[in-house]
């Protein structure tokens, strides 16, 4: 692909320490470095099925057992990474500016929790957060860091095509804690073909419009709405620095394109 981005590090330096108001748009790059696999790289699949195969309602509808199996392995690399310097990087920036009256947001695609942990405070998790629960009949969310999350959930979830999956019966699965309720419970992420919160995609809007410098981090920019994020911003006149090991569908509307692993290009950028 030819692009018209620079990677010139000097000038964006320039760029970042002139910035009031810095939107930050994150995806599975920037926790391949902690050890989470990314979805259409070679870690994008659990036994034979691909995520868009079972990060689906249909799916869940189908057979929630191996919905469930599949998070409860996902539940578990996600409860044993941590941050990397990519996630440190931006945190630091974000208290650096803070004390400035400057400010950051991060927009992230991840349903991991690695930002948060690494300190960064204002944080949007637009698919959801694999450490919740949301049930199907009452709709309550619950925070859940219990692993597994049921008993029956118990050596599940590996991604060995040859290990055969656990089809637990329905009401052996997650199930409502709320009085009299008892419903099937469900990773509250946002799987493909369902809407994103309208409330927080409100909040996003509002970012997007104010930002006067916006990151795009170890995202495919394949998915949508995320994947419009960037452009949109361009649109406006304002910079936009893509940072990915490869340049992908949207970097042609984009500033910058700085090629590598974030781990190491954002820690020199944010310097
Ligand atoms: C590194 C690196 C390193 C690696 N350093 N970089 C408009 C047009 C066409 C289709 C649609 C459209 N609008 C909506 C759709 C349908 C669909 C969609 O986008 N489909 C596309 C595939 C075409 N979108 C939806 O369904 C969304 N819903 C919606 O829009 O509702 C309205 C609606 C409903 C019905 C029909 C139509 C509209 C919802 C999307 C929710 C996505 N959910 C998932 C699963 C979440 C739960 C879970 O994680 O289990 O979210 S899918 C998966 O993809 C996950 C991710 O957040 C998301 C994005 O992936 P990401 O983060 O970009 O990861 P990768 O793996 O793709 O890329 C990694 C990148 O990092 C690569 O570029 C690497 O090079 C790079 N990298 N190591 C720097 N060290
Ligand atoms: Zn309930």
């Given at each position: ?125 637009i ?69 994103l919160?309208?409330?927080?995609l ?21 998915v949508y709405p995320a994947a419009m994020f ?42």
């Amino acid at each position: 692909t030819t692009t018209s981005a620079k990677s010139d590090m000097k000038e964006f330096l320039e760029v970042v320490s002139k910035a009031k108001h810095i939107a930050v748009i994150t995806g599975a790059g920037v926790s391949a470095e902690s050890g989470v696999p990314t979805f259409k790289g070679d870690g994008g699949q659990w036994k034979t099925w691909q995520y868009q195969d079972i990060a689906t309602p249909e799916a869940f509808s189908r057979n929630p057992s191996r919905v469930w199996e599949f998070y409860h392995h996902r539940r578990h690399l996600v409860l044993t990474q941590k941050p990397n310097a990519a996630h440190l990087a931006l945190a630091e920036c974000e208290k650096r500016m803070r004390k400035q009256g400057r400010s950051m947001v991060i927009i992230t695609q991840n349903i991991d929790d690695l930002h948060r942990e690494a300190g960064s405070k204002h944080v949007l998790n637009i698919h959801g957060s694999v450490m919740e629960t949301r049930c199907v009949s009452c709709g309550d969310i619950a925070v859940n860091h219990q692993h597994p999350v049921c008993a029956s959930l118990e050596g599940t979830g590996s991604p060995d095509p040859e290990i055969p999956e656990a089809q637990i019966p329905v009401d052996q699965l997650p199930r409502c804690e709320q009085s009299d309720c008892r419903g099937l419970l469900r990773p509250n992420v946002v799987f493909f073909g369902e809407t994103l919160d309208s409330h927080l995609l409100t909040k996003v809007e509002k970012e997007l419009d104010i930002c006067d410098l916006c990151l795009v981090v170890g995202t495919s920019s394949i998915v949508y709405p995320a994947a419009m994020f960037g452009p949109q911003v361009a649109s406006r006149g304002v910079p936009v620095a893509e940072f990915n090991m490869a340049t992908t569908p949207k970097t042609e509307y984009f500033t910058y394109h700085f090629q590598g692993p974030c781990g190491s290009t954002v820690p020199l950028a944010l310097a």
